[in-house]
């Protein structure tokens, strides 16, 4: 049985304060202005073209925050702020930031969103900021390529797969799975902007003669085949349960004879009170998205079982489904 919340995790629970402020140093780029040489506020306020007195409060709950450090009056980086929030380091996750600072409105819509039942966004902010959008994907690429690999070695594929991997994004997973698999080639499925960084990722990795791409929109184009491997990652929260009814049974229509439909995603358990992060990020796709939803497990195997799937499975569990086209 789990013990009760105190009263001082109750309020640290409500206080938004420390993450508006690393949001907005991000979005000053202040971390940036700091890289290599630390500074004055007044020098900081200069370079940023800020305010003094209210950066240098600023600064001071950052180094409060252990994300700067502070000599006398002068600020520098902490290691970690250095290493992942200064704008040209080849390991900057601050493209994330800034997009959790885009939808910060968003979430102040959330009472409004719960009584009236109602929607406030129109559009993904991927899609009203592209070049945001590009650049949260070249994030999470580079923090998938370490989950990747393991991923694709836990599936235990054989042969000369064809693979495709729809709404494939950066080709995160295409490229580790190519990797992992030295007989497999794999075709890219996503929108034509997107490709365009997809297009680099797999030329970085020296994977153009293995991984081709493919345009358009999933839920409209044909997706080319047959594949004996179709994977949808992290593409479904995005999407209604009858659209994703209806993609599921497309995909089914493009697998050959005993290929395999492998769904990863983030699903909630049968309760819906958990895994406690999903249970969050569920409130968030409600109010940044459209019609998007976080789905059960149950309802995943429930559109494969429709499609005609066969041997459908939980293969990691609130994670990862599969489902087999049957040999006729």
Not at 48 to 53: F, N, R
Not at 169 to 179: E, K
Not at 274 to 288: Q, R, S
């Amino acid at each position: 049985m789990s013990r009760e919340l105190s009263l001082t995790e109750i309020f640290q629970l409500g206080y938004y304060w420390e993450t508006k402020i690393l949001l907005t140093a991000v979005r000053l780029d202040v971390f940036s202005v700091l890289d290599g040489k630390p500074k004055t506020a007044r020098d900081v306020a200069a370079r940023l073209g800020a305010h003094e007195s209210p950066l240098n409060l600023l600064l001071n709950a950052l180094v409060a925050m252990r994300l700067l450090s502070k000599e006398g009056e002068v600020y520098g980086n902490s290691s970690t702020a250095e290493k992942h929030l200064v704008r040209h380091s080849a390991h900057y996750i601050g493209h994330l930031l800034l997009l959790h600072d885009a939808e910060w409105n968003n979430w102040g819509k959330l009472e409004e969103t719960i009584r009236s039942g109602k929607r406030s966004v129109d559009r993904h902010v991927f899609e009203t900021d592209p070049e945001l959008g590009g650049n949260v994907l070249a994030v999470l690429h580079r923090i998938g390529q370490q989950s990747g690999p393991e991923f694709a070695k836990r599936l235990q594929l054989n042969g000369p797969i064809r693979l495709l991997d729809l709404g494939g994004g950066a080709g995160t997973n295409a490229i580790a799975f190519s990797q992992v698999y030295p007989e497999l080639t794999a075709t890219v499925f996503d929108l034509p902007a997107t490709l365009r960084l997809t297009e680099k990722t797999i030329k970085d990795a020296g994977l153009e003669s293995r991984i081709a791409l493919r345009a358009g929109d999933f839920n409209k184009d044909g997706l080319g085949g047959p594949y004996d491997v179709v994977l949808m990652s992290d593409i479904l929260h995005y999407q209604t349960f009858d659209t994703n009814q209806a993609l599921v049974k497309k995909v089914y229509d493009h697998l050959a004879p005993c290929g395999r439909l492998i769904i990863k995603d983030r699903f909630l358990d049968e309760a819906g009170t958990g895994p406690a992060w999903t249970t969050a990020f569920a409130v968030h796709i409600l109010v940044n998205t459209q019609q998007g939803s976080c789905y059960k497990t149950a309802e995943a195997m429930q559109w494969m079982t429709k499609a005609g799937f066969v041997s459908v499975s939980e293969l990691e569990r609130t994670a990862v489904v599969q489902g087999m086209r049957p040999t006729r």
